[in-house]
């Protein structure tokens, strides 16, 4: 599986952008997420979809401001990223695993990364 992320840029705080990532095949059967990782720290999972529910996790720094969609027909989730703020400034990764356990990003089996896509938040 391949996947290329996409969409990223630089914005002023409080500012918006769409992020894209598009699979080489279908994903339906596989868990997906977002991840990021900022300048000097770990990288930290965004937002997950396990597919033993569907049901959408978000880590608490980006609740009610990201919002996570996947479109299973087009093999394409994206991530809308709203009232941005500088500390959102990271390289944004997809990924899609075997598993993912529900209510996490924590996942298991095999794993497959996009190349990351840069988010800038600055005045």
């Known amino acids: 599986v391949q996947l290329q992320a996409s969409g990223g840029g630089s914005v002023q705080p409080g500012g918006s952008l769409r992020l894209s990532c598009t699979f080489s095949?279908?994903?339906?059967?596989?868990?997906v997420g977002w991840f990021r990782q900022a300048p000097g720290k770990e990288r930290e999972g965004v937002s997950c979809?396990?597919?033993?529910?569907?049901?959408?996790y978000y880590a608490d720094f980006v609740k009610g401001r990201f919002t996570m969609s996947l479109d299973d027909n087009k093999n394409t989730m994206y991530l809308e990223l709203d009232t941005l703020k500088p500390e959102d400034t990271a390289v944004y990764y997809c990924?899609?695993?075997?598993?993912?356990?529900?209510?996490?990003?924590?996942?298991?089996?095999?794993?497959?990364w996009g190349k990351g896509t840069l988010v800038t938040v600055s005045s």
């Open positions: 990924a899609s695993f075997d598993t993912i356990v529900l209510g996490t990003c924590t996942y298991y089996g095999r794993e497959y």
């Open positions: 095949e279908f994903m339906g059967y596989y868990g």
């Open positions: 979809v396990s597919r033993s529910d569907g049901s959408t």
